[in-house]
């Protein structure tokens, strides 16, 4: 059965923190572990609600099997048609685990594998304002999906600028 990298679980890690305390997030949903919310209950089994705590342990469980058993779903349900490698499916995992899904991202699979990954871009905001952590995590997780490689937009000619990328930009 397949299963998320470790480097997919470190970049999920790296970017959510971990909170033993359950906690409000930017957009205001009551959230514990590392990112864990009540959208991952069929998991955790759990309500997660202000003034609950686990423990560092659960934590961890708790984001892996949510990594496999929720999240890995929604990527490889895509899998027939793009066959992606182990790299992409980490980098698509720990976007779907941020944003709720991929169907986006992939127009429910019209997008081609150049225009996914240019795509994941455009997700960087949270209550309608450029998030600075949003825009480094989807580089991060661009940079998973392609294996190390930072041409990610090369070959994608007519697509619109990404002023946010310029240097100094805070949205």
């Known amino acids: 059965r397949m299963r998320v990298s470790n480097k997919c679980v470190e970049l999920v890690k ?9 906690y409000q997030d930017s957009v205001d949903v009551c959230t514990i572990g590392y990112g864990i919310t009540n959208a991952d209950k069929a998991v ?13 342990a659960t934590a961890n469980k708790w984001l892996v099997d949510c990594l496999n058993k929720i ?6 349900k895509y899998q027939d048609k793009y066959h992606f490698n182990t790299s992409q499916i980490d980098g698509l995992v720990s976007f779907a685990y941020n944003i709720g899904s991929v169907d986006g991202l992939t127009k ?9 990954e240019y795509y994941i871009h455009e997700y960087n905001k949270a ?10 995590r989807r580089l991060a997780e661009t940079n998973l999906f392609n294996g190390g ?19 100094g930009d805070k949205g």
Do not use: C, S, W
Not at 44 to 56: A, P, S
């Open 14 to 22: 790296e970017f959510e923190g971990l909170y033993l305390h359950a």
């Open 44 to 56: 955790t089994k759990r309500t997660i609600k202000k003034g609950m705590t686990i423990t560092e």
């Open 71 to 76: 999240y890995l779903p929604k990527v490889l």
């Open 108 to 116: 429910n699979g019209t997008r081609n594998i150049r225009e996914i």
């Open 127 to 136: 209550g309608g304002k450029i998030l600075p952590g949003l825009v480094r």
């Open 149 to 167: 490689k930072k041409k990610f937009d090369e070959g994608l000619p007519n697509l619109p600028e990404r002023g946010y990328f310029q240097q």
